[in-house]
């Protein structure tokens, strides 16, 4: 079978985005680490993130997973539970940063050699530091976008509510954002629908309407005949 991207010149999402490297930005991070008398010393460093792709993210999952279970001595039953999650979460961590994180002004060096080199470089909270750097710009670069504050959910809601769709392009919300604008809508609507006091209860009787019925009601006398 002949390769029609090929024959045609390469596909057009190689022609549209091939020559261009992924989106970056850079961020500053201070690392705690002791000189060789014991004292402290504050590491100012530069690091640059770029997104990743999806073939990138998929290869640090199967690595964080192959690396836990073959070179960490964990059995899979183990990141099973609270404590395999945060085991699981911090190498996944890990791998993700060995790939995202760059050196700051060359664009095609990595920050690290590999996730090796982090873990055995790098405490902890500096590696959750570093990810929140990267969860962060993820955010910013994506075309999904997400609420900013109440008062933009009142507005999305009510322009819903009014019937101005057009202004708004709903699946361009993440999954929260549109939670959240769910949840308003139905909350609005529940209200409107649920029935008052007032149209739940029998109507009682006024002053003037017993008095009213007392006057009409009528009389029988009973009348004793002598015989």
Known sequence: MSDVGALAGGSHLAQLLGGYAP????????LQRADAAGAPVTVRAVIAVRALSVQETEEAHAEAIK????QGAHQREDLLGDNGDSVLNLELMTQL???????PDRTREPFAKDAAALRSTLFADEIEACFREYT???AERSPLRGLRSADELKEIVAALGKGQT???????????SLRSIITSLAAQVSTLTRPSSS??????????DTSSSQASAPTHSLTISEG
């Open 23 to 30: 989106p970056r930005r850079k961020f500053e991070i201070e």
């Open 67 to 70: 690396w836990l279970v073959g």
């Open 97 to 103: 940063l060995a790939r995202a994180l760059m050196h």
């Open 136 to 138: 962060a710009f993820q």
């Open 166 to 176: 057009s202004q708004i392009n709903l699946l361009r919300f993440d999954v929260t």
């Open 199 to 208: 149209d739940t209860s029998s109507p009682s009787p006024s002053l003037d």
